[in-house]
């Protein structure tokens, strides 16, 4: 019987048309009135796989709009009891499944009190998150009944790029986003396996520019259901310490994607390879497969900001079938549960 988790991956195509079909009046009139009042400063709040949508909606809002972001750290307001004071006008975008963790709630009450503009990313629309914010952006995820998060992270992330899509003045965007759900339904059909890792017992995860937060989020599935110690990293950052780690045969797994970043990326690898790492790769780009030990091929790619949703979804079944080849149940992560409450 298959996983909560892979089904509810395979679910992603349809919540994903639905969230884009669904969203685009209030996405459309949010975008207006940001192209009007551009933000000095956006603020992001988010925990777990969440935290991952926020970063990568900063890689593209700083990429492709300009716009400066900054990951609030909620402690310093639930812990520290401080208020920084943002610049005006500010916008504070809010990442969350179940919209229940008190410090992200609070964080946007608090930043709403301010006069900043805030936007919640949540699914459960009844959330104290969702009533928190002005304004509540649906992720038309469902129940998401495994621990680990696919689908929902998924729409979190699509959000972000229709958001975007609508924020920019060029049409390609716009354009490309009609391909996402089939595309996501194509990407649960990645050639290769994780069978390399069944016996690991560390692992590194690296991407540069739109992939990083694909692996931060790899990193983490790893962690949950496989059981298995892995750590994400910016190809770049690995550089600056972690790489004193590697040994022969220290599994590293890269997320790779045509974009601005590529051929600094590959060069990384082939560095990484000379020094005795065994590379799984995960890309639809052909030179990053030719330098794997083991290669994971996408079988489809968008625009830089589509696909690293196609490389998350690609990830999915492969982390649940390892889970599986190490004895482990996906659907029941060790000391964990669905909804974690934290300030």
């Not at 992001?44 to 990568?56: N, V």
């Not at 969350?96 to 930043?111: F, L, N, T």
């Not at 949950?224 to 990293?233: K, P």
């Amino acid at each position: 019987m298959a996983s909560w988790m892979r089904r509810e991956a395979e679910e992603a195509p349809l919540v994903v048309e639905r969230l884009l079909r669904e969203n685009e009046p209030e996405v459309r009139g949010l975008a207006a009135f940001l192209r009007r009042h551009p933000p000095a400063l956006v603020l992001t709040a988010a925990r777990g796989s969440a935290g991952h949508a926020a970063l990568f909606a900063k890689y593209l809002l700083e990429a492709r709009l300009l716009w400066p972001v900054l990951s609030l750290a909620p402690s310093v307001l639930t812990l520290y009891g401080a208020r920084p004071k943002p610049p005006f006008p500010s916008l504070f975008l809010a990442f969350s499944q179940s919209g229940e963790s008190p410090d992200v709630v609070e964080a946007v009450r608090a930043y709403r009190r301010q006069g900043v503009l805030t936007v919640a990313f949540v699914n459960r629309e009844e959330s104290p998150l969702a009533q928190a914010a002005e304004v509540v952006l649906p992720l038309h995820a469902g129940e998401e009944r495994a621990v680990a998060a696919t689908k929902s992270l998924l729409a979190m992330m699509a959000a972000t790029a229709q958001l975007l899509a609508h924020l920019l003045e060029a049409p390609r965007l716009k354009e490309a986003l009609p391909a996402l759900p089939e595309a996501l339904a194509r990407a649960l059909g990645v050639e290769g396996s994780l069978e390399y890792l069944v016996e690991a017992e560390n692992l590194f995860a690296l991407g540069r520019g739109f992939t990083y937060p694909v692996a931060l989020e790899a990193a983490l599935k790893l962690k949950e259901v496989a059981g298995l110690h892995a750590e994400g990293f910016s190809a770049a950052e690995f550089l600056h310490g972690p790489q004193a780690l590697l040994e022969p045969g220290f599994p590293v797994l890269a997320l790779a994607q045509r974009d601005e970043a590529l051929q600094v990326l590959l060069a990384t690898l082939e560095g990484l390879k000379a020094k005795g790492a065994h590379l799984l790769v995960l890309s639809p780009e052909l030179e990053a497969l030719a330098l794997a030990d083991t290669p994971l091929r996408l079988p489809t790619a968008l625009s830089p900001e589509l696909t690293p949703l196609l490389l998350a979804q690609g990830l999915y079944p492969l982390a649940e079938a390892l889970a599986r080849a190490r004895g482990l149940d996906p659907d029941r992560p060790r000391h964990l549960a669905k909804v974690t409450r934290t300030r």
